[in-house]
């Protein structure tokens, strides 16, 4: 099974409000990372958080990270349409050699 | 932009077939990643190079095979193709090879298509 898994599956906001996705993951991490992908498309990096780490912040985008509960959270603050896009967690396990493992992801609608 | 490049875009074939995706990573990075995402599956980790050798390796079937060229190019090859092989792949490339992976940068994906 995936070291990553989001919660939820799937999210439906309104334009301006807040999107709030979860990853739970299993083993130590090295870091852990948010991507974005629109749909059919490559996936985008969009944020990095290292296992010394508990926040992170990048313009509208708010990661948190609990290593005692193997979690992290993303936070998209004042969404807009353009963010509709599914968003994977990514851990960087310590005896993974180096690859990373992707959850199966969040699905974001943002209705305008 | 991600800076890599993935051809074929699309390719449809039959089962039974052999296929070559093709993979460009950014200029300057030495590792390469190459995933497989499917509706059912998820994103998959099958199998990394870094400059040249292989480095680790994920769930990637025997029918399939990588390997990375002088150039830092890479290329994956499905054999003896199935329905099941239908799938999004994705290469990715970062400049770090060991166990802090970095930043994935990753190209737009070959869509596979197997009749």
């Known amino acids: 099974s995936q070291q990553g898994e989001e919660d939820p599956q799937a999210l439906s906001i309104q334009e301006g409000e807040n999107a709030t996705m979860n990853c739970s993951y299993k083993?130590?991490?090295?870091?852990l990372q948010w991507y974005r992908q629109n749909s059919g498309r490559g996936l985008v990096h969009l944020i990095l958080i290292r296992s010394n780490e508990r926040e992170k912040h990048s313009g509208r985008l708010r990661v948190t990270l609990d290593t005692s509960k193997k979690s992290s959270s993303l936070l998209i603050t004042a969404s807009r349409a353009a963010d509709t896009a599914s968003y994977f967690c990514?851990?960087?396990?310590?005896?993974?050699?180096?690859?990373?493992?992707f959850g199966d992801g969040t699905t974001l609608t943002v209705k305008p | 932009d991600s800076g890599v490049t993935q051809t074929p875009k699309h390719l449809i074939t039959a089962t039974g077939q052999r296929v070559t995706l093709r993979c460009s990573p950014r200029s300057g990075d030495l590792s390469v990643y190459w995933y497989q995402q499917s509706l059912d599956q998820g994103l998959q980790f099958l199998i990394q190079y870094y400059n040249g050798e292989e480095r680790a390796k994920g769930n990637i079937l025997e029918r399939f095979s990588a390997q990375q060229f002088p150039d830092l190019h890479s290329e994956l090859n499905l054999s003896s193709l199935e329905l099941g092989d239908s799938a999004l792949y994705f290469c990715a490339s970062s400049v770090a090879g060991h166990t802090n992976t970095g930043e994935l940068f990753f190209g737009e994906g070959s869509r596979l298509t197997v009749l």
């Open positions: 083993t130590s991490i090295n870091n």
């Open positions: 990514a851990t960087d396990a310590r005896t993974n050699a180096g690859k990373s493992t």
